[in-house]
């Protein structure tokens, strides 16, 4: 049976043409506006309240709308937002470095190995200086200079110091700030807030996005909600790798049943493999830690000359040290992209000269920088990360040198939308991580939470106000025939799931399902590997059907039986990740297809048959996915072969 068909292609008919430099400019005057009058009527549903959801929810309730906010988190501050840690990029250029919001753009087409849009991406730089003002009024404690202006370092895949920062704490600072900016609106009575409430389906009406269903976690009551649109803010779906930094409840659940109710998904087998991880220690663990890309700036990466040198780190000379990533790469070092720096790591051990107990690591060593700079220093940059460490670890980073490997961590995959981030499902708009739009192929460090904070507080406050120009709409309720089918349709796979009572754990289905991701669709993909990748996943999702037990009932609190809805969702997309990577015959960013690489290993593009984005159609399951293309122009920053030496 074929894997997929191809459809017709589809285009971004909401972005301007002309100079690059005033598209959104002109965007935001073309657009539709709705009146103060206007928009107390209208309701706009808000799911998650991570950075672009928490901001978007209160800087539309700020406008005017009345918002209903949804997460499965007992507040919304737990979103996972809360645990990115080294920074938040802008092209402010107060190092006078050279940084530009052009160079910001060009260092996210390129980051993104030219798979990205190119207006998208330089609206994204352009906002990126407003997102910092924004962040100071709200109090956010970034670090400052001596003299009292904000401090920024370096991140990978850049040669300037644009990300500004928290110590190692800056997406829990941005996160408070969008949570009172939030508050304060719940407060008002603005925004009606529903935490551990999950959405488990989308209400369409006439094409259009008009609700969602969702359970209580804590009672089991199921109830439809009703808005003139939808904007899915819920984040991405690492967490198919069971293993990953991702929280635990981080699932695909939201963007997967709107996916199957009409929403295309894009690029689904881009993930990003963070190069600076904790390593696994053993099969007891559930997710991995993150270790901030931050300290890749000051901390060195090496491994040992010598395969199987088990000698303390403190004992092996300088001489028979690899300095690998300075080696290859001597232009950027230790700053090369993500892509490039877990790659690396991983061929290095997969040579015989990894670290640790697993031979599954690498050094990240601050020797030279304790001396140079001194332990105080270090301390007021990266105190609290190093304190996680040893936590963790039971190494103290000041002494020995960190060891790190590669981590699923990132989803530049998502819900495909246009430029004004609507989804191709009328009045379903979806931000943040949750959409694909801005990183292409791979993400550069301190985007994601720039992402977040452009498209909530700046985007799509303007651009929803175009859609909902068209209303009013007519009233919908739970009697409408949408909205029953869609109801049904949940509490039959609740009844399903319950009813199977069989032999194995939702846990043990999703260890077992990461375990071939990871094997297979990992940081190196192969023909072969997807196929087989592609049958064991059939296979075991035929078993799951059968074997999961989910023990308890609907009617309370349950959290296997919302672990084994994410999981049910976790296996479709787990095929639709293979089969878009299998199709994908070159490799770029975080896609790596062993087939396809240059003489010195790097990632080879092919441009000619595919500079495009994979827009996926859902079908009957069983049924093979249907293919959209949409193509890549690249006016301002003509793809090359991406070089960091």
């Known amino acids: ?144 200079e001596y003299g009292g202006l904000l401090d920024t370092r370096s991140f990978g895949g850049a040669q300037v110091q644009r990300t500004f920062y928290a110590r190692g ?16 609106q719940i407060g008002l009575g603005n925004v009606e807030m529903n935490s551990r409430h999950e959405m488990l389906e989308l209400i369409v009406v006439d094409g259009k996005a008009r609700g969602i269903v969702v359970r209580d976690m804590v009672t089991g009551e199921i109830t439809s909600e009703f808005a003139d649109a939808v904007v899915l803010a819920s984040g991405g779906y690492g967490n198919v790798f069971y293993l990953s930094t991702n929280a635990k409840g981080c699932n695909v659940t939201a963007t997967w049943r709107a996916h199957r109710k009409g929403a295309y998904f894009a690029n689904p087998c881009y993930t990003q493999i963070h190069p600076t991880c904790i390593p696994v220690s053993g099969d007891h663990q559930s997710k991995l830690t993150l270790m901030s890309e931050s300290l890749r700036n000051d901390g060195r990466v090496w491994v040992p000359k010598a395969r199987g040198d088990d000698r303390d780190p403190r004992e092996i000379p300088e001489d028979e040290r690899d300095y690998y990533l300075e080696r290859i790469y001597p232009s950027f070092g230790n700053l090369v992209p993500r892509d490039i720096a877990s790659r690396a790591a991983k061929n290095v051990c997969d040579e015989g000269r990894g670290v640790g107990p697993t031979k599954l690591g690498v050094y990240l060593d601050f020797a030279d920088a304790i001396d140079r700079l001194g332990r105080k220093a270090i301390e007021a940059k990266y105190g609290n990360l190093f304190e996680m460490y040893e936590r963790i670890t039971g190494e103290d980073p000041y002494e020995v040198p960190m060891r790190i490997y590669p981590a699923v961590h990132y989803t530049m995959g998502g819900l495909w939308v246009d430029y004004d981030l609507q989804s191709t499902i009328p009045g379903l708009f979806v931000i943040g991580e949750a959409n694909f739009s801005d990183h292409g192929a791979n ?88 196929r087989k990748a592609i049958d064991e996943i059939r296979a075991l999702r035929d078993q799951f059907w059968q074997r ?98």
């Open 1 to 144: 049976m074929d894997l997929f068909t191809e459809g017709d292609p589809i285009a971004d008919t909401r972005a301007p043409d002309g100079p690059i430099e005033t598209r959104w400019e002109r965007r935001r005057f073309e657009a539709k506006l709705v009146n103060p009058a206007n928009r107390r009527k209208m309701t706009v549903i808000v799911v998650g309240t991570g950075l672009a959801g928490g901001s978007a929810a209160a800087t539309l309730a700020e406008q005017g709308y009345r918002v209903k906010s949804y997460c499965y988190q007992d507040s919304p501050r737990r979103a996972h937002s809360i645990a990115a840690q080294g920074g938040i990029n802008a092209a402010k250029n107060y190092r006078n470095d050279g940084d530009s919001v052009h160079r910001l753009f060009y260092d996210t087409v390129k980051g993104g190995d030219f798979r990205s849009r190119e207006s998208n991406v330089h609206r994204l730089a352009e906002v990126s200086v407003n997102i910092i003002d924004q962040c100071v009024a709200q109090g956010v404690p970034f670090a400052r």
């Open 169 to 184: 704490q800056t997406g829990q600072q941005l996160l408070l700030g969008a949570y009172q900016a939030l508050e304060r």
């Open 443 to 530: 993400r550069l460090g301190a985007s994601a939470l720039m992402q977040g904070l452009a498209d909530g507080y700046f985007v799509l406050p303007n651009t929803v106000a175009n859609y909902l120009a068209a209303g009013p709409f007519e009233k919908v309720d739970a009697t409408h025939p949408a909205a029953v089918e869609a109801r049904r349709d949940v509490e039959d796979r609740i009844q399903r799931l319950l009813a199977i009572d069989g032999d194995r754990t939702v846990d043990s289905f999703h260890r077992e399902l990461g375990q071939i991701m990871w094997e297979h669709c990992g940081m190196e993909r192969s023909e072969a590997g997807l």
């Open 548 to 645: 999961v037990r989910v023990p308890g009932n609907g009617e309370g609190l349950n959290q296997s039986l919302e672990k084994a809805g994410r999981v049910a969702d976790f296996f479709e997309l787990a095929e639709l990740m293979c089969i878009d990577a299998l199709h994908r015959e070159e490799s770029c960013g975080g896609h790596f297809r062993a087939e396809h690489q240059t003489p010195e290993g790097e990632a080879q593009r092919d441009d000619e048959r595919f500079a495009y984005v994979a827009a996926w159609e859902f079908t009957a399951t069983g049924e093979p996915s249907v293919l959209h293309k949409e193509d890549l122009n690249f006016e301002y920053v003509h793809p090359t072969q991406r070089s960091y030496k």
